[in-house]
C-alpha cells in the first residue's frame, strides 16, 4: 500500500492546522501590541519561557476549538485495511490517508489525538474553576473568620488531602460509587458554589445600590440554577446544560480532589493578607466581611492563584489521562488520550504511533501549562 514520506506528512498536517497558525498569530499581535494595557497577562509577553509555554497553550486550545475542520477522518470510524497503518499510508482507494497512522481498530490517529484535545479541553479547565470557586469561597472565609469554622474546613481538607489522590479517583469513577447517590449527591454540593460565590460577590459590591444588587443577584440565580439543575441533576429540559454519568462522575471527581489544596492555599494567602493595612482601612470605613474578603483580599491574591490555576489545568490534564489509562474516563470509545494511550500500549512493540502521538500531546499540554505558570510567576513577583 503507497504511503506518504515524512516531509510530506509534516507538510500535511500543517496545513490541517492552518486555522491554529493563524488564531494564535492574531492573540500574539494583539497582546503584543496592547500588552501594557492587559496587566498580569501583557507582561508575560516579557518572559520567554511564558511565551513559548502560552504559545503551546494556545495551539492547543484553538486545535481543540477548530476540530471538526482539521480532522481527516472520523475519529471513531473504521476502515478496512487500515488496521495498525503506519504514518502516511494511503486509504485503498488511494486518497486521504491516516497521516500519523491507524491504531489497533483501524481509526485514524491524527483524528483522534485532535478529538482528544477537545475532551480535554472541555473538562480540565471547567473542573479547575468549578475547584477554585469552591476553594476560594471556603478557603476566604476560613482564614479570614477563623475560630471553629476554620478548624472544622482545614480538619476535612486535611482529610481529603490525607487519602491518596490516584486511589480517592480510582474509587470516586468506580460504577458502583457512580450508580449510588454518593456522585449525585456531591455534584448537589459542589456544583452549588459558583452559585454562592457570585451571590455574595454582586451582594458584597452593591449592597449600597439596591437596584443594581437585585438585577445582578437575580440573572445569578436565574441562569445559574437553570445551569445548575442541568448539570447537577440532568434536569435542563432545554438539554443545553446536562452531562451524561461517565462524564459528571469524572467531573465531579475532579472537582472534588482539587477543591481542598486550592482551600488551603487560598487559606494560607487569607492569614497573611487579612493584616494589611488596607483591609484594616476597609474596617474602619465599616465595609461588611465578605467585601473586603471578595473585594479587597482576593484581588490581592490574583497572583499566586493564577498561577495555581494553570499548574492545576495541567496536573488535572495528567488525572484524566491516567483515568482514561485505566479504562476510567469518560467512555470506552472517547478519543481522549489516556484511553488512546492505553489501547495503544498492547502492540508498543510493534507498533508504537498509536500510543507515542497521545503520550506526546499529553505531554506538551502540560509541558505548556508549567511554561506558563513558570512565566505568570516570574512577572507576579516583579509586580
Known amino acids: 500500500m503507497d504511503s506518504l514520506g515524512w516531509g510530506e506528512i509534516i507538510v500535511a498536517m500543517a496545513l490541517r492546522f492552518a486555522p491554529v497558525w493563524l488564531a494564535i498569530g492574531a492573540v500574539f ?54 488496521k495498525n497503518a503506519l504514518p502516511g499510508t494511503l486509504m485503498p482507494d488511494g486518497t486521504n490517508p491516516y497521516l500519523l497512522g491507524g491504531d489497533n481498530l483501524a481509526r485514524d490517529v491524527f483524528s483522534r489525538m485532535v478529538m482528544g484535545a477537545r475532551r480535554v479541553l472541555s473538562i480540565a479547565p471547567a473542573a479547575t474553576a468549578f475547584a477554585f470557586m469552591v476553594g476560594i469561597t471556603l478557603g476566604l472565609a476560613a482564614g479570614y473568620r477563623g475560630g471553629m469554622f476554620d478548624i472544622a ?71 445559574g440554577g437553570w445551569a445548575y439543575s442541568g448539570l447537577a441533576f440532568n ?64 484581588p490581592n491574591a490574583r497572583g499566586p492563584l493564577i498561577v495555581d ?20 474516563g469518560v467512555s470506552p470509545e472517547s478519543p481522549d488520550w489516556g484511553s488512546t494511550i492505553n489501547e495503544g500500549r498492547r502492540l508498543l512493540a510493534l507498533f508504537p504511533h498509536p500510543a507515542i502521538v497521545p503520550a506526546l500531546s499529553l505531554m506538551s499540554l502540560v509541558l505548556g501549562l508549567n511554561l506558563l505558570a513558570d512565566g505568570l510567576r516570574e512577572e507576579s513577583l516583579r509586580d
Open 309 to 328: 490555576f494553570c499548574l492545576r489545568i495541567g496536573y488535572t490534564t495528567i488525572l484524566l489521562g491516567t483515568l482514561g489509562f485505566f479504562g476510567l
Open 153 to 223: 474546613q482545614t480538619f476535612l481538607a486535611n482529610l481529603v488531602l490525607a487519602f491518596p489522590v490516584i486511589l480517592l479517583f480510582y474509587l470516586l469513577v468506580t460504577p458502583a460509587i457512580r450508580d449510588s447517590w454518593i456522585v449525585t449527591t456531591l455534584a448537589a454540593v459542589l456544583f452549588a458554589f459558583p452559585i454562592i460565590f457570585f451571590v455574595l460577590l454582586w451582594n458584597s459590591r452593591y449592597h449600597t445600590d439596591p437596584r443594581k444588587r437585585a438585577l445582578s443577584i437575580g440573572l445569578t440565580l436565574v441562569v
Open 235 to 298: 434536569a435542563d429540559p432545554t438539554g443545553i446544560f446536562r452531562m451524561d454519568p461517565n462524564l459528571l462522575n469524572v467531573f465531579v471527581s475532579v472537582v472534588f480532589v482539587n477543591a481542598p489544596t486550592v482551600f488551603r492555599i487560598v487559606r494560607s494567602l487569607t492569614l497573611d493578607l487579612k493584616t494589611r493595612e488596607y483591609v484594616a482601612a476597609a474596617q474602619t470605613r465599616g465595609e461588611g466581611a465578605w467585601y473586603i474578603m471578595l473585594w479587597e483580599i482576593l
Open 29 to 82: 499581535v494583539v497582546s503584543i501590541r496592547l500588552r501594557r494595557r492587559l496587566g498580569l497577562y501583557g507582561k508575560l509577553f516579557d518572559s520567554g519561557s511564558g511565551m513559548v509555554g502560552l504559545g503551546i497553550v494556545l495551539f492547543w486550545v484553538f486545535t481543540a476549538l477548530f476540530a471538526d475542520i482539521i480532522i481527516t477522518h472520523d475519529p471513531l470510524g473504521q476502515v478496512s485495511g487500515m
